[in-house]
């Protein structure tokens, strides 16, 4: 089961922390990967964090965000910062063992789900 958290309401430039966090699994053994949703849109790839610690993030969010895995807490981060209206979606963290890269952004391959935690960015 994975559980995200960390949403809320931020004004352009600011900064937000999500937490995926795993119970009943052991994080690092799986690819957890972040996708968003916009509304009247598709789900979105954000970012990845493969079991080896290889990370992938799409090219609209690098440099403004940062994922990490706390294996001490069984828990992946993505921190936002610099935040653009553009980026207001429900965030989801998903999960999977043994993701190949051609398939790590497609969201069908994925066989955990967090619940979904929303992201608003005011302009």
């Known amino acids: 089961q994975l559980q995200a958290s960390g949403g809320g309401l931020v004004q352009a430039g600011g900064s937000l922390r999500l937490s995926c966090a795993a119970s009943?699994?052991?994080?690092?053994?799986?690819?957890v990967t972040w996708f968003r949703q916009a509304p009247g849109k598709g789900r979105e790839f954000v970012t990845a964090?493969?079991?080896?610690?290889?990370?992938v993030y799409t090219d609209s969010v690098k440099g403004r965000f940062t994922i990490s895995r706390d294996n001490a807490k069984n828990t992946v981060h993505l921190q936002m910062n610099s935040l653009k209206p553009e980026d207001t979606a429900v965030y989801y963290c998903?999960?999977?063992?043994?993701?190949?890269?051609?398939?790590?952004?497609?969201?069908?391959?994925?066989?955990?789900w967090g619940q979904g935690t929303l992201v608003t960015v005011s302009s």
């Open positions: 998903a999960a999977r063992q043994e993701v190949i890269l051609s398939v790590l952004r497609d969201p069908s391959v994925y066989d955990y």
């Open positions: 009943g699994r052991t994080i690092r053994t799986y690819s």
């Open positions: 964090i493969r079991e080896s610690g290889s990370i």
